[in-house]
C-alpha cells in the first residue's frame, strides 16, 4: 500500500489514505511498495534535496505541476506533492515515492483549481516521513497557504527557539515551517509584507514557492543558491500562464517559454491581475552553487544565466588542456560524466566511447542490502563494454569524488574489462568540505579529499593517474551568469554565510 496524504480535499476527509497494491502495481517496476533505500552505490554519490514548481492561471494546473516535477524528478525522489487553489479552496496532496507513482489520474483529478505548487523532495533536514514532505499546507493568522522549498537554512535553530518563545508550535521538522511561522508571527500589516519581513530573517539556501487561496509567490534567497526561473505558456485570447521552476528543463515539457530567473533577493507575487515583484534583501554578494553546474541541473537546463550543458562541455575541455594524457579513449561514467567527457575528447582529439552502460531499471526498489549485497552495487548498476575497454589506455571521466570506495570499485570494472591503463579525470576540484546549502553530503572525515593528497586517492582508487580540474578551470568554465558569483565552499571550505557548524568541519583523520 502506499500512503497518501490528503489535506483540504473538496469531497475527502483529512487523512492518510492508501493507494492499492493493485493500482501501484500497475505503475510499473519502480512503484513496488515496501521498505525503500537509496540504491547502495548511491551512498557514495551527492545528492540534491529538491525540486520546486508553481503554476498560475491554467484550467490543468495539477497537470501542469505533474509534468514539470516529472522534469524535476531528479532532484529529490523521496516524496512529492502537489497543491492546488481555486479562490475557495487549497487542497494538498502529497506521498512517499516518486511523482508518477503518488500522481495517478485518480489522484488529480482531486485537485482543482487553475494554481497549483508542487515538491519533489530527497531529504536532508527533518526525517525523511510523509509529515515532513512538501507542500506543507498551513492555516495560521494569515490565512491558508501552502509553501514548498528548496535548500537548507542555516540559522534554523535560533529562530525555532525564537518562535517557540513566542508560542509557535512545530508540527514538522522541515525548515518550510520555520518560515511559515515567521510569516504568521509577523507584525507587518499585508500578507506580501509579513512574507518579505520573514525572508530577510532567513540565513542559508532557499528557493521558494507559495501559494494562498488567490495567489502565487516565488522567492529566492539574497545569494541565490539554488536555482529558480520564470516561464510563460502564451494563451490566445487570455492571460498568460505563469510558471515558476527549479530548472528550465521543465518548461519544455509544458511547451512554456523561459522568461528570465527569479533574482536573489527578489519575491515574486502573481495575482489575477497579473505579476508583480520587489525586493526583500539587496547588497549581499552571489553565490550560486557551482555544483549544480558540475552534477545537480540537467544538461537541457539553463540555470544562473547559463546552459548547463555548455559548462559541462567547457569543464571538460579545460580538463583536457589541464591534465591530457596519451590514451586511446574517452569513456564516461554515466549519466553525468557524459557531457564532460565529450568536451574533453573534442579537445584531446580522441575518440568518445560509451564503454560503461548503467542499467537504469534497478535501484530504487532495492530492499535494505545486506552489506555483501552493498558491495556488488556498482556492478549491478554498470556494466563494462569490453570489446571497447580491452587493450585501450582509457581516459574515465566522472564528476567527483566523495569517498573513493565507488570510484575504486569503477577503475576496478574497467581494468577487469581489458583495458591497459585506466586515467581518472575529475571535472571539478576535491571535494573538502561539506556542503549546508542543500546538498546531503557526508561530513569532513568521511570525504577521502579532506584527508588526503591526490596521490594517495590514486593509490586507493587504483587508477594509473587522477588529476582533478583546478577551481580556476572550473569558474572559467561557468563563467558568464548571473555577475559570476559562485558558491565553491565545497571545495575550498569557506563558507559564503555567516554560520557554519565548526564540529563538523573540523579536520579529523581517515584511514585508507
Ligand atoms: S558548498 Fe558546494 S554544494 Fe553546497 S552550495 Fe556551495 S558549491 Fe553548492
Not at 583536457?320 to 565529450?342: F, M, N
Not at 582508487?461 to 588529476?467: C, K, P, R
Request: glycine letters at 8%; one cysteine or more; hydrophobic letters at 40%.
Amino acid at each position: 500500500m502506499m500512503r497518501l496524504l490528503y489535506q483540504g480535499v473538496p469531497g475527502v476527509a483529512d487523512a492518510t489514505s492508501a493507494v492499492s497494491a493493485e493500482s501501484a502495481a500497475k505503475l510499473g517496476p519502480a512503484s513496488i511498495s515496501g521498505p525503500r533505500s537509496p540504491f547502495p552505490c548511491d551512498a557514495d554519490t551527492l545528492h540534491e534535496e529538491c525540486g520546486v514548481v508553481a503554476v498560475h492561471g491554467h484550467a490543468e494546473a495539477a497537470r501542469q505541476a505533474y509534468l514539470a516535477l516529472y522534469a524535476l524528478q531528479h532532484r529529490g525522489q523521496e516524496s512529492a506533492g502537489i497543491a492546488t487553489a481555486d479562490g475557495q479552496y487549497l487542497a494538498n496532496i502529497k506521498g512517499m515515492g516518486l511523482v508518477s507513482e503518488i500522481f495517478t489520474d485518480d489522484v488529480l483529478e482531486k485537485l482543482p483549481g487553475p494554481m497549483a505548487i508542487g515538491h519533489t523532495r530527497y531529504s536532508t533536514t527533518g526525517d525523511s516521513a510523509l509529515l515532513n514532505a512538501q507542500p506543507i499546507r498551513v492555516d495560521s493568522t494569515k490565512g491558508l497557504m501552502a509553501i514548498a522549498h528548496n535548500g537548507n537554512l542555516v540559522n534554523l535553530g535560533n529562530l525555532k527557539m525564537r518562535l517557540e518563545r513566542e508560542g509557535a508550535y512545530f508540527q514538522t521538522t522541515s525548515d518550510s515551517e520555520i518560515i511559515v511561522q515567521l510569516i504568521a508571527h509577523s507584525q507587518a500589516a499585508t500578507l506580501v509584507d509579513a512574507i518579505a519581513d520573514s525572508l530577510s530573517q532567513l540565513e542559508g539556501a532557499f528557493s521558494i514557492v507559495m501559494m494562498t487561496r488567490d495567489r502565487i509567490f516565488a522567492a529566492r534567497d539574497p545569494r541565490g543558491f539554488r536555482p529558480l526561473s520564470i516561464g510563460r505558456i502564451k494563451n490566445a485570447g487570455a492571460p498568460d500562464t505563469a510558471i515558476f521552476a527549479s530548472e528550465s528543463c521543465a518548461f519544455d515539457l509544458l511547451r512554456a517559454e523561459f522568461v528570465r530567473d527569479v533574482l536573489p533577493g527578489e519575491l515574486v507575487m502573481v495575482t489575477e491581475d497579473g505579476m508583480t515583484s520587489r525586493y526583500f534583501a539587496s547588497g549581499v554578494p552571489q553565490s550560486s552553487c557551482i555544483f549544480e553546474h558540475v552534477y545537480f541541473a540537467r544538461p537541457d537546463s539553463r540555470i544562473f544565466g547559463r546552459w548547463v550543458q555548455e559548462s559541462r562541455d567547457q569543464m571538460g575541455r579545460q580538463l583536457a588542456r589541464e591534465s591530457g594524457v596519451p590514451a586511446d579513449v574517452v569513456v564516461p561514467v554515466p549519466d553525468s560524466g557524459v557531457t564532460a567527457a565529450l568536451g574533453y575528447a573534442e579537445e584531446a582529439g580522441l575518440p568518445f566511447r560509451f564503454g560503461l552502460i548503467r542499467n537504469h531499471y534497478v535501484g530504487r526498489t532495492f530492499i535494505e542490502p545486506e552489506q555483501r549485497v552493498r558491495d556488488f552495487g556498482v556492478r549491478l548498476k554498470l556494466n563494462p563494454v569490453h570489446n571497447l575497454l580491452a587493450g585501450k589506455r582509457v581516459v574515465l571521466i566522472d564528476d567527483s569524488i566523495i569517498r573513493g570506495t565507488t570510484s575504486r570499485k569503477i577503475v576496478r570494472m574497467v581494468r577487469g574489462a581489458g583495458a591497459t591503463e585506466v586515467h581518472l579525470r575529475i571535472s571539478c576540484p576535491p571535494t573538502i568540505s561539506p556542503c549546508f546549502y542543500g546538498v546531503d553530503t557526508p561530513s569532513k572525515r568521511e570525504l577521502i579529499a579532506a584527508n588526503h593528497s591526490i596521490e594517495e586517492i590514486r593509490r586507493f582508487i587504483e587508477a594509473d593517474s587522477l588529476a582533478y580540474l583546478s577551481l580556476e578551470g572550473l569558474l572559467k568554465s561557468c563563467n558568464g551568469g548571473e555577475g559570476n558569483g559562485y558558491c565553491v565552499a565545497c571545495y575550498t571550505g569557506n563558507y559564503p554565510t555567516q554560520w557554519v557548524d565548526v564540529e563538523e568541519i573540523l579536520p579529523a583523520a581517515a584511514t585508507l
